[in-house]
């Protein structure tokens, strides 16, 4: 179920935020993506500020390689905590919301979400192999309509793990491109805070004191989550969406343009899964635009 949520009190303290959509120079590269990828390597519970593994970093390189005009971010805790405190200064629930949510998973979440409406860009995680550049992602007859590039996670998998999954068809969140201050993004940013507040409403604690199951992060800011307000977006645009099947089929064969939103097949970004016809069987496809290989 979508959060009833109205995100006319969503202002970030800076002008940047407040331009609709990325401005004509964008098209230096010919699309509407800024040349910025992002990733987020935020301490887990109980771990210590030392060294950490280099191999959680290990397919970093290849972003770098693919697109060596690009800039590169990796934020941490205090980056991010500066982030939201520079952007978000003005927005108390907001910055109650991040000061308060102790769960790792719905702060990685929230971060790509306001990452991406405050100065767009590709955010990856960091388990996740490019293996073509950014600015071959968009087809050339949407690159001046597309702001926002979104693949798809599975779609209608029968049986196993899969046989309770809540949707048919689940837009991944590994990876999302996007042109600045799309409102998508403002209202997943404000579907989670209204989750988190629902829970802590639901349970009589303040926010951030309960523990937060899987299930609750599920609702509050995965890909389940994700795919509800994206559709909810889809929809504004063309009445013809009326669920995520709706990029099944026929359309889950090539990239589609709804509005300035492209969904890419299975493949885009989610290629060597055993299920949704994804390809799996040690090929690369002409299709595939990275490799997510799920470490967690």
């Known amino acids: 179920m979508i959060v009833d949520e109205d995100i006319s009190g969503f202002q970030p303290s800076t002008a940047?935020?407040?331009?609709?959509?990325?401005?004509?120079?964008?098209?230096?590269?010919?699309?509407?993506?800024?040349?910025?990828?992002?990733?987020?390597?935020?301490?887990?519970?109980?771990?210590?500020?030392?060294?950490?593994?280099?191999?959680?970093?290990?397919?970093?390189?290849?972003?770098?390689?693919?697109?060596p005009d690009y800039g590169y971010t990796l934020i941490g805790e205090r980056e991010a905590d500066y982030f939201?405190?520079?952007?978000?200064?003005?927005d108390a629930r907001m910055q109650?919301?991040?000061?308060?949510?102790?769960?790792?998973?719905?702060?990685?979440?929230?971060?790509?979400?306001?990452?991406?409406?405050?100065?767009?860009?590709?955010?990856?995680?960091?388990?996740?192999?490019?293996?073509?550049?950014?600015?071959?992602?968009?087809?050339?007859?949407?690159?001046?309509?597309?702001?926002?590039?979104?693949?798809?996670?599975?779609?209608?998998?029968?049986?196993?793990?899969?046989?309770?999954?809540?949707?048919?068809?689940?837009?991944?969140?590994w990876t999302i491109a996007a042109a600045p201050g799309h409102p998508l993004f403002a209202k997943m940013a404000y579907y989670t805070v209204a989750a988190l507040e629902g829970i802590a409403d639901e349970r009589q604690t303040?926010?951030?004191?309960?523990?937060?199951?899987?299930?609750?992060?599920?609702?509050?800011?995965?890909?389940?989550?994700?795919?509800?307000?994206?559709?909810?977006?889809?929809?504004?645009?063309?009445?013809?969406?009326t669920d995520a099947t709706y990029f099944s089929g026929p359309r889950s064969i090539e990239p589609s343009l709804v509005g300035d939103i492209l969904v890419l097949p299975i493949d885009g970004f989610g290629m060597g899964q055993p299920h949704s016809n994804s390809t799996n069987d040690g090929s690369i496809p002409n299709t595939a635009l990275l490799r997510h290989k799920f470490r967690g």
């Open 206 to 241: 303040a926010l951030g004191d309960p523990e937060l199951s899987s299930l609750d992060v599920t609702t509050a800011s995965s890909p389940a989550s994700w795919t509800d307000v994206v559709l909810e977006e889809l929809r504004l645009m063309d009445s013809n969406v």
């Open 16 to 67: 940047l935020s407040m331009r609709a959509y990325a401005p004509p120079l964008a098209f230096s590269r010919g699309h509407h993506i800024p040349p910025k990828i992002w990733q987020i390597l935020l301490p887990r519970p109980g771990s210590s500020d030392g060294p950490r593994d280099a191999e959680a970093l290990s397919d970093t390189p290849s972003w770098l390689v693919q697109n």
């Open 96 to 173: 109650g919301a991040w000061r308060a949510v102790k769960s790792p998973g719905v702060k990685f979440d929230l971060l790509r979400y306001l990452l991406l409406f405050i100065e767009g860009g590709v955010y990856t995680d960091t388990d996740t192999e490019a293996l073509k550049p950014v600015d071959a992602w968009i087809p050339a007859q949407y690159r001046h309509r597309a702001k926002v590039v979104i693949g798809v996670e599975f779609d209608r998998p029968e049986g196993g793990a899969w046989a309770d999954a809540p949707r048919g068809l689940r837009f991944c969140q």
């Open 84 to 90: 939201v405190d520079r952007h978000f200064s003005a």
